[in-house]
């Protein structure tokens, strides 16, 4: 099909450039920029006058629910939300049920995904059988079903020998290994970040060391074996300033950070406000500066939405028996764009962020706008501001820290490899 978006700013983050010019696309691709090709003759006109076109957004951490959970989200309904957020590639982590851990099922849920031709979902695979941390999956296979690297999501590695296994197995082909800093033993049971607050509540603590003890251990074993690891959301000052001396060192590592953790801190729980209970847990305000500091200076490579459809049941209990996790595809832009106002970043580099960045991570020629690449984009209205109410979600999973807020940019649509997958009239 071929498109003409006319009249749009496009925002280019990995050029840096920010200029008002008109898109042509055909047959998946931009075409052209600027000038319409000799005889093109689109099919559709998107009239982008006052909006902002930027590439489709590169989301790192998305959990759709299937298989396993449905009673918590389905493939459709996340996939849905997805677009309306301007998310056109996503990562999926394996802690499903059954866990990614074979190539049947992986196949499948790239099977599901294709045919609702929507969003490009790229798979994690375990790195471990049933993530217990035990026998090491065969990373071959699962590459070969269509996983982008191999993740034990939430759930550390406790023996470390196994650790060190599976990184040199994936080094040997060139795999990328990603992993959540956290202790097994000082994370365990944890629901709060240790501190005033926590202890003023009641509520069993997560220290700053889970993460950096587990950061050295990671760091040490990379320096062993040579393997790629990507570091999955990072909370701590602490954690940061490993990361930045690990990259000054040479180490193949990147990292990201949740949307959650670049606006919210502890104190925001409130009296037992189960809608805060994140994993990793919000930290001090200190370590949200650095959070910020750090997506500035590059030391952290990606932002996430790190999107964990929660039903309103496991919302509903004690803070501490509360499921962690927030719905945060539709949010992941609007948050972005509100971290760069408030901090006063350029939104070409906050959305570099999001869109290039990720990219890059997992290797991906995606996340910019240039003659022959792919033509995945974000269009969205920089000035047009939306109250987050659990009406205005299109994912399963209504529960966010965020509800009640009002958020600026809203997007208006969401192109898919040269394909209209989502438009809202504007009203």
């Not at 099909?1 to 983050?13: A, C, F, R, S, V």
């Not at 550390?156 to 959540?180: E, I, S």
């Not at 202790?183 to 220290?207: E, F, H, M, N, Q």
Request: overall charge negative; charged content about 20%; aromatic content about 6%.
């Amino acid at each position: 099909m071929k498109i003409h978006i006319q009249g749009g700013t496009l925002i280019d983050p990995a050029a840096g450039t920010e200029q008002q010019q008109d898109i042509f696309i055909a047959a998946g691709k931009i075409v052209a920029l600027g000038t319409a090709p000799a005889d093109f003759h689109a099919a559709k006109t998107i009239d982008a006058k006052g909006l902002t076109i930027a590439p489709g957004l590169v989301d790192l951490a998305a959990r759709l629910r299937e298989p396993g959970y449905e009673h918590k989200a389905t493939l459709e309904s996340e996939m849905a939300a997805a677009l309306a957020g301007g998310v056109t590639s996503l990562v999926c982590l394996p802690d499903t049920d059954p866990v990614l851990d074979e190539p049947g099922l992986v196949e499948m849920l790239k099977f599901r995904a294709h045919n609702l031709n929507q969003a490009h979902v790229y798979p994690l695979g375990a790195l471990t059988v049933g993530l217990k941390g035990q026998v090491i999956t065969e990373m071959v296979e699962l590459t070969e079903a269509g996983c982008i690297g191999f993740s034990q999501a939430d759930v550390p590695v406790v023996d470390t020998q196994v650790l060190l296994r599976a990184l040199q197995y994936a080094n040997t082909y060139g795999y990328t290994v990603w992993l959540r800093p956290v202790d097994a033993y000082l994370g365990k049971g944890g629901v709060a970040a240790s501190g005033a607050l926590a202890s003023r509540l009641g509520l069993s603590g997560v220290p700053v060391s889970a993460e950096t003890i587990a950061l050295h251990t990671i760091f040490e074993l990379v320096r062993v074996t040579g393997a790629r690891v990507h570091l999955s959301h990072l909370s701590s000052a602490a954690g940061i300033e490993l990361m930045r001396a690990a990259k000054a060192e040479g180490l193949p590592v990147t990292c990201d950070v949740t949307v959650n953790h670049i606006h919210l801190i502890d104190l925001d729980i409130g009296y037992f406000d189960a809608q805060f209970r994140l994993d990793p847990p919000l930290r001090s305000q200190r370590d949200r500066e650095a959070i910020r500091a750090g997506l500035a200076d590059g030391t952290i490579d990606a932002i996430c939405s790190d999107h964990t459809p929660v039903d309103d049941d496991e919302k509903l209990l004690p803070f501490a028996e509360a499921t962690p996790g927030a719905t945060g595809l539709e949010l992941f832009l609007s948050l972005t764009v509100k971290w760069a106002d408030e901090a006063r970043v350029p939104l070409a580099k906050a959305l570099n962020r999001i869109t290039a960045a990720p990219a890059a991570v997992l290797k991906l020629d995606a996340g910019r706008i240039a003659v022959g690449a792919c033509a995945d984009l974000c269009i969205f209205d920089r000035n047009a501001h939306w109250r987050v109410e659990p009406r205005a979600l299109k994912s399963q999973g209504h529960n966010t820290p965020f509800l009640g807020y009002e958020l600026p940019a809203r997007v208006r649509a969401t192109i898919v490899s040269g394909y209209v997958a989502f438009e809202q009239r504007q009203p």
